[in-house]
């Protein structure tokens, strides 16, 4: 069992930047891709970042990419998002997601194969 917190959420202005973090409880960490996700209102929850298990591979959606980084320290049980010239449309509810599934398929970013789920942390880009 896993239990993931995020923090880092926050209220900043277009062009800022955040940092989220989410923290895991349990055993293994190292052993799970890890994926950010967001969701707003009315949408349905969509891919953010992914991060293999050892950080060596990464993927992003094309709407962050080049503005947005994943990465993750093993020894501390953590990942991170590096969040960089924020827009409004940035704008939700930022979950992390730990995957027990092999292979690197979780990294495309379907939800369904990710095992579990923080609480979720809110990002606010003010225009």
């Known amino acids: 069992q896993v239990q993931l917190v995020e923090s880092g959420g926050g209220l900043v202005q277009a062009g800022d930047s955040l940092r989220l973090s989410c923290a895991a409880s349990?055993?293994?960490?190292?052993?799970?891709?890890m994926g950010w996700f967001r969701q707003t209102p009315g949408k349905e929850r969509e891919f953010v970042a992914g991060i293999s298990w050892i950080g060596d591979r990464t993927r992003y959606a094309d709407s962050v990419k080049g503005r947005f980084t994943i990465s993750r320290d093993n020894a501390k049980s953590t990942v991170y998002l590096q969040m960089n010239s924020l827009k409004p449309e940035d704008t939700a509810i930022y979950y992390c997601?730990?995957?027990?599934?092999?292979?690197?398929?979780?990294?495309?970013?379907?939800?369904?194969?990710?095992?579990?789920w923080g609480q979720g942390t809110q990002v606010t880009v003010s225009s």
């Open positions: 997601a730990a995957s027990t599934k092999s292979g690197f398929t979780a990294m495309l970013g379907f939800e369904s194969l990710y095992d579990y």
């Open positions: 349990g055993r293994a960490f190292g052993n799970y891709i």
